[in-house]
């Protein structure tokens, strides 16, 4: 209900910024600078995951719980100090580092620095929030992260509905600042209140035991951002509005992609970490057999009905305001297609969920160079030759066959998985997905 909750305010939240404020060059250098930060605390985000977490709860199963919170506050106090560097160094000269990281025009830059300049500041709060609201997952406060994303659309909202005429586009900025304050303030005195951390202590990092495997971890995710980052650049050369409308179909993705992949895999992170911790292998492979199977089929069947309604849905949510109806048609198109990455993000979630908790992030750098490097060379040589509709294609093509490298390479984690009926099924799954994108590709 919580997850449900916030990811619907989040939704409106971005739809209101259409409804205001239309999709015109300032709503793309908003999108694509917010973007940008949240690439940044992904790549914070996916070592606290795939590292910290596992690591941390080793600790406190293993040795003792005070010790475990000594080891995960170190990286607490590590980001933060991090966060704040990042945002002084971009304040210093944005419109050059805009200018190098963007192919917007510089009088465009400049006519929103203030924009600009708003946002940097969540540079800090994002990478600071996440990692506490990642430490509470993994006491099982499950709702910690939904309550965030609540909060801070929520105000985003209000800030939105009541200084939108006052404030400009900067209310945008402004509104996500005052959410993440508020969340920093309420999570911090949760976990000092029921937790009982202690934020101000000597850090302690264990770098040997985190070393190894963060370095491997963290260079595979690094394709990973620049495959993020590469369409944004090439879309930021696009006529304007035109990578705010690509942002709304992207949106609109997320509401299936946060109830359902991230929630799932998010909780079933914990577990696959906890039984992995306590040796429980056979159970293991039960429940990632459940999880392919059933999941899934179930993700894909809701794929295959979001692409078919996806005209009407643009058109109830977006005709109206100050939506354009170009943008609403790139919307839409993107959006039939691109659901049907739903599926496949959700067994590589799975995977390497797996592959972290098993300390075998080798295997994860391994797939991640794999689909990112397929990636960048299909965006390189695909969109400009094809143009932006080919753009979910080039994206859900290497998930495909980075999906089917990481069920053969399950085998030698879990002994006991039945291969063979895991291969049949992904072959299934990848046939109807290629039919059916073969067929928007070429009758739309």
């Known amino acids: 209900m919580f997850n449900v909750g916030g990811k619907s305010v989040a939704f409106i939240q971005q739809w209101l910024i259409g409804y205001y404020f239309g999709t015109h060059s300032d709503t793309d250098v908003f999108f694509f600078t917010y973007n940008i930060i949240l690439f940044i605390s992904y790549f914070f985000?996916?070592?606290?995951?795939?590292?910290?977490?596992?690591e941390g709860m080793k600790i406190r199963n293993q040795e003792s719980d005070e010790k475990s919170k000594l080891f995960l506050n170190s990286y607490i106090q590590t980001y933060g100090l991090i966060g704040i560097l990042l945002a002084i160094i971009s304040l210093l000269d944005p419109i050059s580092i805009f200018s190098i990281i963007s192919s917007f025009p510089d009088d465009?830059?400049?006519?929103?620095?203030?924009?600009?300049?708003?946002?940097?500041?969540?540079?800090f709060l994002n990478i600071t929030v996440s990692i506490m609201t990642e430490i509470l997952a993994s006491y099982k406060y499950f709702t910690a992260p939904n309550l965030v994303t609540f909060i801070n659309y929520t105000l985003?909202?209000?800030f939105i509905v009541f200084f939108h005429d006052s404030l400009g586009i900067n209310v945008i900025a402004i509104g996500l600042i005052a959410g993440y304050l508020l969340n920093f303030f309420i999570i911090m005195h949760f976990m000092h209140k029921v937790l009982h951390w202690?934020?101000?202590?000597?850090p302690h990092f264990r770098i040997k035991q985190v070393f190894g495997s963060g370095i491997y971890s963290?260079?595979?995710?690094?394709?990973?951002?620049?495959?993020?980052?590469v369409p944004q650049y090439l879309f930021s050369q696009l006529p304007a509005g035109?990578?705010?409308a690509i942002n709304f179909a992207d949106k609109l993705l997320s509401i299936p992609s946060i109830f359902l992949v991230a929630q799932i895999t998010n909780v079933m992170g914990i577990k696959i970490n906890q039984l992995t911790s306590l040796h429980s292998f056979s159970e293991l492979s039960k429940l990632t057999k459940k999880l392919t199977l059933w999941t899934t089929s179930g993700l894909f069947i809701a794929a295959l009905l979001i692409s078919v309604l996806s005209i009407p849905i643009i058109q109830l949510l977006f005709s109206w305001g100050n939506y354009n109806s170009d943008m609403m048609y790139i919307t839409a198109r993107i959006l039939s297609t691109m659901i049907f990455y739903l599926p496949f993000s959700f067994l590589f979630g799975i995977y390497t969920k797996i592959f972290n908790a098993s300390a075998k992030q080798n295997k994860v750098f391994?797939?991640?160079?794999?689909?990112q490097g397929i990636t960048l060379a299909l965006y390189f040589y695909l969109i400009p030759k094809f143009g932006i509709y080919i753009y979910p294609t080039s994206r859900i093509i290497p998930y495909i066959l980075a999906t089917a490298i990481a069920t053969v390479m399950l085998k030698s984690t879990l002994k006991e998985i039945q291969m063979s009926r895991l291969l049949i099924f992904h072959l299934i799954l990848t046939l109807a997905t290629l039919i059916v994108l073969w067929s928007y590709l070429t009758t739309h």
Do not use: K
């Open 198 to 202: 202690e934020f101000i202590q000597l």
């Open 45 to 54: 985000l996916n070592f606290t995951t795939s590292v910290l977490i596992p």
């Open 108 to 123: 465009v830059i400049t006519d929103n620095l203030a924009l600009i300049t708003w946002c940097l500041p969540l540079i």
């Open 366 to 371: 391994y797939l991640q160079l794999i689909t």
């Open 218 to 229: 963290q260079a595979g995710y690094i394709v990973y951002l620049v495959a993020l980052y």
């Open 242 to 244: 035109s990578l705010t």
């Open 156 to 158: 985003g909202i209000l």
